[in-house]
Every structure is written in C-alpha cells, then in structure tokens.
C-alpha cells in the first residue's frame, strides 16, 4: 500500500511539473501512461488539464490530485523531462524521483540576475532584425525592451501587479512606439511594438489550446483558448490607449515589413534571441546550440512556406520542421528535452504577436484591411503542422524501435 502511495502521488507531481513545463495534456497524460507502465501500473487512470493532474493507478484505486505549479524555466523543464526520461526506463527509482521533482521548484537560475535582465534587454532588437529589420526600429524596441524589463522587474517583486502587466506593457511600449513614429523615427510601428512584447504574448498557449482542441481535450483547449484571447484583449487594450493619446494616421498602422539592413539581418536576429533564450531561461548550455539549429530551420521553413503558400503556408510550414527537428534533437540525444528546444520557436512563429495586430488594427480603425480570419487561419495552420509533424516523427520513432527490437531478437 505504501508503494501504491508513493507511486501515485509522484505521478501526480510530474504530470503537474510536466503541465507547467507547457505540454499539451494529451502529451502530459501519454507521457505519464509510459511512467506508470515501466513503474507496474498499467491502467494507471490519468486527467490532465492546465491546473494540474488527477490521477489512480488503476479504476476504483484512491485518486489524487497535484496542482501546477506555476511556470516553470527552460532549466527547470528540462530537469523535470529528464527525470521523466530515467523513470520510463528505469533508471531512477520514485523516492529519488520525487526529490529530484520536489527540488526543482527551488532551483536557481543558472546565472547572475544582471545576466537575465541583461537577456530581457537583448531579445527585442533580436527579434526585431525578424520582424521588422530596420535600424530605427531595432533602436526604439531595444528602448522600449528596457522599459518592458523594468516591468516585469517590477511585477516579480509585486505579484499582485502581474495581472495588469499585459495592459501596462503594452501601453507603455505602444506610447514609445507611436511617439517615435510621429516624429518620423520609424515605419510602420505596428511591427515594431510587438517585438518588446513578443516574449510576453500567449503565442504557445494559443497553438497548444488548438492542438488540445483538436485531439479532443475539450475542457483544457476551451480554457486555455479563453486565457489566451483574454490576454491578446488586454494587450490590445493597452495599445489601444496609447493610439488613443498619440494617434497615427490609418495608413501608418498598416501590417508591412520593411527591410532595409539586408539578408543578414534574420540570421544576426536569430543568434541574439538564442542568445537571450540562453540568457533568460538558462537551458543546460548542451541544449543551446540545438535550440539555436532549430530556431533556424523553423525560421527557414517559416520563409519558404510564405514563398508558396502565403502567411498560413509559412505558419504550417515553420511549425511542422520545428516539431520535427525538436523529435530528431531528441532521438539523436535522448537525455536532451524536446520540449525544450520546441518552445523558444514560438517567438518567430508569434501568432500571438499577429492576433495582437489585427484586433489593434480594427479596434483603432474599423474599416482598416485587417485579416482576423487570417489570423485564426495561422492559428490553425501551426496547430496542425504541430499535430501533423508529431504524428510522423513518432510513427517514424516507432519502426525504428521495432526493427531495433527484431535485429536485437535475430542475434
């Protein structure tokens, strides 16, 4: 009885770790399925949703229920998928499992304070050189990327001001924005603003509520769907206000790119935001340089899907080679996170960055040429390349597994 209990309550405590880590629940509720089988309990009963985990190890067993745990950092995800790793394969038995898990939440980050503040300052101008690749523009977003970090400085001290963060950053940015922009500093600020913002948007939680839709986790995509519009409606909000107070004539809130550094701005904007990833959210450093290749083919693919297919052509292409080059980090080094090195590529794919620009657009100015279907379209595009790219690297991983099996059986 005692090991029924020590089982069942350190599966709960993953699959909340794992929820915190940002996994899509179906993902959460396989992964601890293959856990409870290695550890012998097989029809282990698992509920997962965005609050926490529910679980028996077996119908009509006791259930119990681990919450999430907040957010957890790259470093911090990383530590929990590899205890996950070692568990499924019997490498580490659930007492020192379930204090590696308990130790995780009190982890410190693997650099300085000044280095992580330092990761906030350098990814705006990072992802700006993607976005929006003009000198102008990298200038006022590093600006405005200082006054984002002060922010979040600030509600880390203060949590009772996190929940006004996404209208106060937004409408702090959006004044340096436009104001620049009235006095001619930049083009087409619309860009420009969302790459201070870019690392705050619920761009993951969007795909992965579509995702969980589609797999038929109805209750986890529905909620998390609902949190993360609410949070594109209080950025809005707050760009709103400050077109409110600085108004910009239609024509200069039109979605455009402007590109006048040249070819090697995207590569120069892909090392910095690697760079502040490393900085901000201190994955291992082995986890960097396969967080970096990714980046590059999700960004590569993103280009080439946009060539032929339009916006939701690049976002289903982009998504599909970033889930596949993580499955593929992961069957070369299987101790390395997937996850880990899937998650930072939703700062270029930014579909949360591109419902915050329509509803801006149409909020500001009704008759605006703002795609809001469109948007819903990339959504769903990456959702799918997410889904589609998933299925062909674990069908893929399964007949490796099983001519590894029958090779092993022949000698």
Same mark, same amino acid.
């Given at each position: 009885?005692?090991?029924?209990?020590? &089982?069942?309550?350190?599966?709960?405590?993953?699959?909340?770790?794992?929820?915190?880590?940002?996994?899509?629940?179906?993902?959460?509720?396989?992964?601890?399925?293959? &856990?409870?089988?290695?550890?012998?309990?097989?029809? !282990?009963?698992?509920?997962?949703?965005?609050?926490?985990?529910?679980?028996?190890?077996?119908?009509?067993?006791?259930?119990?229920?681990?919450?999430?745990?907040?957010?957890?950092?790259?470093?911090?995800?990383?530590?929990?998928?590899?205890?996950?790793?070692?568990?499924?394969?019997?490498?580490?038995?659930?007492?020192?499992?379930?204090?590696?898990?308990?130790?995780?939440?009190?982890?410190?980050?693997?650099?300085? =304070?000044?280095?992580?503040?330092?990761?906030?300052?350098?990814?705006?101008?990072?992802?700006?050189?993607?976005?929006?690749?003009?000198?102008?523009?990298?200038?006022?977003?590093?600006?405005?990327?200082?006054?984002?970090?002060?922010?979040?400085?600030?509600?880390?001290?203060?949590?009772?001001?996190?929940?006004?963060?996404?209208?106060?950053?937004?409408?702090?940015?959006?004044?340096?924005?436009?104001?620049?922009?009235? *006095?001619?500093?930049?083009?087409?600020?619309?860009?420009?603003?969302? %790459?201070?913002?870019?690392?705050?948007?619920?761009?993951?939680?969007?795909?992965?509520?579509? +995702?969980?839709?589609?797999?038929? *986790?109805?209750?986890?995509?529905?909620?998390?769907?609902?949190?993360?519009?609410?949070?594109?409606?209080?950025?809005?909000? /707050?760009?709103?206000? =400050?077109?409110?107070?600085?108004?910009? =004539?239609?024509?200069?809130?039109?979605?455009?790119?402007?590109?006048?550094?040249?070819?090697? !701005?995207?590569?120069?904007?892909?090392?910095?935001?690697?760079?502040?990833?490393?900085?901000?959210?201190?994955?291992?450093?082995?986890?960097?340089? #396969?967080?970096?290749?990714?980046?590059?083919? !999700?960004?590569?693919?993103?280009?080439?899907?946009?060539?032929?297919?339009?916006?939701?052509?690049? %976002?289903?292409?982009?998504?599909?080679? +970033?889930?596949?080059?993580?499955? !593929?980090?992961?069957?070369?080094?299987?101790?390395?996170?997937?996850?880990?090195?899937?998650?930072?590529?939703? #700062?270029?794919?930014?579909?949360?960055?591109?419902?915050?620009?329509?509803?801006?657009?149409?909020?500001?100015?009704?008759?605006?040429?703002?795609? &809001?279907?469109?948007?819903?379209?990339?959504?769903? %595009?990456?959702?799918?390349?997410?889904?589609?790219?998933?299925?062909?690297?674990?069908?893929?991983? /399964?007949?490796?597994?099983?001519?590894?099996?029958?090779?092993?059986?022949?000698?």
């Amino acid at each position: 009885m005692s090991d029924e209990v020590e &089982v069942r309550t350190l599966l709960a405590r993953l699959g909340a770790a794992l929820v915190a880590a940002g996994q899509p629940v179906n993902e959460v509720e396989a992964d601890l399925q293959e &856990v409870g089988t290695a550890l012998g309990f097989p029809d !282990a009963q698992i509920a997962a949703a965005p609050t926490g985990v529910t679980l028996s190890l077996a119908v009509g067993s006791p259930s119990t229920f681990a919450a999430n745990p907040g957010t957890l950092r790259l470093d911090q995800a990383s530590e929990v998928r590899e205890i996950r790793h070692l568990l499924a394969r019997g490498r580490l038995d659930p007492p020192a499992a379930t204090a590696r898990l308990l130790a995780v939440r009190d982890q410190a980050p693997r650099h300085p =304070a000044w280095l992580g503040t330092l990761g906030w300052v350098i990814c705006p101008p990072g992802i700006a050189l993607v976005l929006q690749p003009m000198w102008s523009s990298v200038a006022v977003a590093t600006v405005a990327g200082i006054a984002v970090t002060a922010l979040v400085r600030l509600s880390q001290r203060a949590p009772r001001f996190t929940a006004l963060l996404p209208v106060v950053a937004a409408f702090v940015v959006a004044c340096i924005v436009f104001a620049a922009a009235r *006095h001619g500093l930049v083009e087409a600020p619309l860009r420009t603003l969302l %790459a201070p913002l870019a690392v705050l948007l619920p761009g993951a939680l969007l795909v992965t509520a579509m +995702a969980e839709l589609v797999t038929g *986790h109805m209750v986890a995509g529905t909620s998390r769907l609902g949190y993360g519009l609410v949070q594109v409606l209080l950025f809005t909000l /707050g760009i709103l206000g =400050a077109a409110r107070l600085l108004p910009l =004539a239609s024509a200069d809130l039109a979605n455009v790119r402007i590109n006048d550094i040249g070819w090697y !701005a995207a590569p120069l904007g892909l090392v910095l935001v690697t760079l502040a990833i490393a900085l901000l959210e201190s994955p291992p450093p082995r986890l960097v340089p #396969w967080i970096f290749v990714v980046l590059v083919l !999700a960004f590569g693919a993103q280009v080439a899907g946009q060539a032929l297919g339009g916006a939701v052509g690049g %976002a289903f292409l982009g998504a599909l080679v +970033a889930i596949l080059g993580s499955y !593929a980090v992961e069957s070369v080094v299987p101790r390395l996170a997937r996850l880990v090195v899937f998650l930072p590529s939703f #700062w270029l794919l930014v579909p949360g960055s591109l419902g915050v620009l329509a509803a801006t657009q149409v909020a500001v100015d009704p008759t605006a040429d703002a795609d &809001v279907l469109g948007v819903v379209g990339i959504v769903a %595009a990456i959702a799918l390349g997410l889904l589609l790219g998933a299925a062909i690297a674990q069908g893929l991983g /399964g007949i490796v597994r099983r001519r590894s099996v029958a090779g092993r059986a022949g000698d």
